[in-house]
């Protein structure tokens, strides 16, 4: 069964602090993992890939990748008013490559 | 920056009608893919394509559905005879490689009246 799993939220964050996004995947060999954000109404945005395990930080983002535990996070450093935003986790399953999502969980950043 | 483009951006037709959604890939993509998206609902694979044949394809993607690439840059998604049920967001989203970040067009809004 091809799974990705994110508890679906709403995850409120005051403005400032940080904001930590978990999803776990249901595929051992999935090499590739992403993390983007929705909008309502617009499309996915990517704002994070990782292929290896540990962190992959970029500006205030970082993700974190866990194979032995098939988990992956983000964290949001400094939140703002603007991320708030559903938050996608995608991982490329390795027998098709086709990309399996999460149903996203919504961050709410309150000011 | 290169991006995905997406047209129509909303598309209202009459249930049984065909309708051709467009998207033009990033150029040096190998890699192109449909997914819809249900109000409230999560992003579903649709179908994938590469080197002009259909790589994967949903349980969703049946015999009303076509994709096709006509020329060297466009990639469109042809629903037959269009129901209810087909309203939702259709997002085109193209990579380099089949395992690396697929990046999406903004969508095409379809209304099944």
């Known amino acids: 069964q091809k799974e990705v799993e994110q508890n679906s939220g709403p995850l409120s964050v005051p403005e400032g602090a940080i904001a930590s996004l978990n999803c776990t995947y249901s595929d051992r060999v999935s090499q590739s993992f992403f993390w983007y954000r929705q909008y309502s109404g617009k499309s996915p945005e990517l704002i994070m890939s990782?292929?290896s395990n540990g962190d992959k930080e970029d500006g205030r983002f970082t993700a974190q990748l866990n194979k032995a535990s098939q988990y992956v996070s983000l964290l949001i450093r400094d939140s703002q008013p603007s991320d708030s935003a559903t938050y996608l986790c995608a991982s490329v399953w390795s027998s098709n490559y086709q990309l399996i999502w999460g149903a996203g969980t919504k961050l709410i950043i309150k000011p | 920056e290169p991006e995905v483009t997406q047209t129509p951006s909303h598309q209202v037709t009459q249930m049984g009608q065909e309708v051709i959604l467009r998207c033009v890939p990033i150029?040096?993509?190998?890699?192109f893919y449909w997914y819809r998206q249900i109000l409230g609902q999560k992003v579903e694979f649709l179908v994938s394509f590469y080197n002009n044949e259909i790589s994967e394809k949903s349980e969703i993607f049946d015999d009303q559905f076509s994709v096709e690439r006509p020329d060297g840059s466009n990639f469109t998604l042809k629903i037959r005879s269009t129901k209810l049920e087909d309203s939702a967001m259709y997002f085109c989203?193209?990579?380099?490689?089949?395992?690396?970040?697929?990046?999406f067009g903004p969508g095409t809004r379809l209304t099944v009246l």
């Open positions: 990782i292929y």
């Open positions: 150029s040096n993509h190998l890699y």
């Open positions: 989203a193209s990579s380099e490689e089949s395992y690396n970040e697929q990046f």
